[in-house]
């Protein structure tokens, strides 16, 4: 039994339920900074409403995706220890930034809004939703700046035989992350858009008495969907040229297997944004709350940013290939010295673990959605995740 496909596939499963996880929460915590912003710049009772209706589906996916991402992260140190001897030094800084910085500091000013309905003053509370949105992306950076130099290993050096960082800044200009941040950033929104069209939609297929609340909600989901898509399309495009000052190969060999992936994610990506341009025409002309055979289309279309997501990991990651770090690190080289029979018990375990994880995020979230928002103001000081 060889161990290198199956500690491959492992690492791909993890990383593709993450980053699920992820899209959503980047997403979904956006458009409920938005909400209470509008909220706290009006004093609409309807804006708070749904600021803790969204903010409960927020935070149930974020909470559930945390697990996801500790597995991922031991993997580096357990699976794939070549890895961490051969470019430790460089790959693991923007890691541990992430973790340290980033995430710690998200996950207390998540904590503090969470339990600071009605307890602090409304513009505090707004801060510190804004603090959570600016983290999580701060989050997505340096996750996405330690992809970039596998992809193109700028800012370092080789030195006995390992490599070493020389140039912190270089990481931040790589050609392999100027493109791709924004276009994964505009994939969390048209994600998040597409979730809170779904889930209002599906109301209003219920023939539900909250039309202004899902009114509101579809209105400005759509305006999302709409301008993540056009955002994800163009720097989608925007990346082929970089891609090919780095990795010229990547879309002229078809023997790496990107054409697939590549055409389908491109496929979805231009429905994705027709889907929007639909209910962005029909916001112009007020026909939201009505036009049930765009309900139908918006429920169903809540996959679509998910599956191109992953279409487009699975480009970006399988083209590299052979190599681990571009040009530096092959793959089968960087692999720990384990046996293959404890790796795919791994596997199979976490696999197992991430499945239950999904069933319960689906279930909850799904129980939450259904429910719709509290008939009135949620008590003083009545904390956002109260009912679930």
């Known amino acids: 039994m060889n161990a290198l496909p199956i500690a491959r596939l492992q690492f791909a499963t993890t990383t593709s339920f993450h980053f699920l996880f992820v899209l959503l929460t980047l997403g979904l915590v956006t458009l409920v900074a938005v909400m209470q912003t509008r909220w706290t710049l009006g004093g609409k009772p309807e804006l708070l409403?749904?600021?803790?209706?969204?903010?409960?589906?927020?935070?149930?996916?974020?909470?559930?995706?945390?697990?996801?991402?500790?597995?991922?992260?031991?993997?580096?140190?357990?699976?794939?220890?070549?890895?961490?001897?051969?470019?430790?030094?460089?790959?693991?800084?923007?890691?541990?930034?992430?973790?340290?910085?980033?995430?710690?500091?998200?996950?207390?000013?998540?904590?503090?809004?969470?339990?600071?309905?009605?307890?602090?003053?409304?513009?505090?509370?707004?801060?510190?939703?804004?603090?959570?949105?600016?983290?999580?992306?701060?989050?997505a950076l340096f996750i996405m700046l330690a992809n970039s130099f596998l992809q193109n290993p700028v800012g370092s050096r080789l030195e006995n035989?390992?490599?070493?960082?020389?140039?912190?800044?270089?990481?931040?200009?790589?050609?392999?992350?100027?493109?791709?941040?924004?276009?994964?950033?505009?994939?969390?929104?048209?994600?998040?858009?597409?979730?809170?069209?779904?889930?209002?939609a599906w109301h209003f297929l219920r023939r539900t008495s909250e039309v202004e609340f899902f009114r509101r909600s579809m209105r400005l989901g759509v305006v999302a969907a709409l301008l993540g898509s056009i955002l994800?399309?163009?720097?989608?495009?925007?990346?082929?040229?970089?891609?090919?000052?780095?990795?010229?190969?990547?879309?002229?060999?078809?023997?790496?297997?990107?054409?697939?992936?590549?055409?389908?994610?491109?496929?979805?990506?231009?429905?994705?944004?027709?889907?929007?341009?639909?209910?962005?025409?029909?916001?112009?002309?007020?026909?939201l709350t009505k036009a049930r055979f765009l309900h139908y289309l918006m429920v169903a279309a809540i996959p679509l940013p998910f599956v191109a997501a992953i279409l487009g990991w699975l480009v970006r990651e399988i083209g590299r290939q052979p190599w681990l770090v571009w040009g530096k690190l092959r793959t089968a080289d960087a692999i720990a010295d384990v046996?293959?029979?404890?790796?795919?018990?791994?596997?199979?375990?976490?696999?197992?673990?991430?499945?239950?994880?999904?069933?319960?995020?689906?279930?909850?979230?799904?129980?939450?959605?259904?429910?719709?928002?509290?008939?009135?103001?949620?008590?003083?000081g009545q904390p956002v995740l109260s009912g679930v």
Not at 98 to 125: P, Y
């Open 339 to 380: 046996p293959a029979g404890q790796i795919l018990f791994s596997f199979i375990a976490f696999s197992l673990l991430f499945a239950a994880l999904a069933v319960a995020d689906w279930v909850l979230m799904a129980r939450v959605a259904k429910r719709g928002p509290d008939p009135v103001e949620a008590p003083t």
């Open 232 to 287: 994800v399309v163009n720097q989608g495009f925007a990346q082929f040229g970089e891609l090919a000052k780095y990795q010229p190969d990547k879309l002229e060999d078809a023997g790496v297997g990107v054409g697939l992936p590549l055409g389908l994610m491109i496929l979805i990506g231009f429905a994705m944004l027709l889907c929007a341009l639909l209910g962005a025409l029909l916001l112009i002309r007020n026909w």
């Open 161 to 200: 035989g390992t490599l070493r960082l020389d140039d912190f800044g270089a990481l931040f200009t790589n050609p392999a992350l100027t493109a791709s941040l924004p276009h994964v950033a505009g994939a969390a929104i048209v994600t998040g858009g597409f979730f809170v069209v779904g889930v209002s």
């Open 49 to 139: 409403r749904m600021t803790r209706f969204w903010g409960r589906l927020y935070v149930i996916n974020y909470a559930l995706g945390i697990a996801t991402g500790i597995v991922m992260e031991f993997q580096f140190g357990l699976t794939w220890t070549g890895l961490s001897a051969f470019a430790g030094d460089v790959f693991g800084a923007p890691l541990a930034i992430e973790t340290l910085v980033a995430f710690f500091l998200e996950s207390t000013f998540l904590g503090l809004w969470i339990f600071g309905f009605g307890r602090m003053h409304k513009w505090l509370h707004l801060t510190l939703l804004w603090l959570v949105t600016l983290t999580a992306y701060a989050s």
